[in-house]
């Protein structure tokens, strides 16, 4: 809002009128999409992917992860992993 120049608030509800979501809300799902992009790499750890996508830690990371999908991310990798070698 300081860089445009523009009321803090005044901003927050321009962005919930265009986006449906808060910036926070928005910077998570941008975050987790993020993520789940990475679980692709089998060689980047889960704690690599957290700190990579702006998490302080691991747990963070889970609890935002488990939130949105329902299922841990180790869980959500070894599912995509398994949906890829089946075809």
Not at 15 to 38: Q, S
Not at 55 to 78: C, E, N, Q, W
Request: glycine content about 10%.
């Amino acid at each position: 809002a300081e860089i445009v120049g523009i009321n803090r608030v005044y901003l927050h509800k321009l962005f919930v009128k265009n986006t449906g979501i808060g910036p926070a809300r928005y910077l998570m799902e941008c975050r987790l999409k993020k993520a789940e992009t990475l679980m692709e790499h089998e060689e980047l750890s889960l704690g690599d992917i957290a700190l990579s996508t702006g998490f302080y830690d691991v747990s963070h990371f889970s609890k935002a992860f488990t939130s949105k999908h329902g299922i841990s991310p180790g869980k959500y990798r070894l599912n995509k992993k398994e949906e890829k070698e089946r075809g």
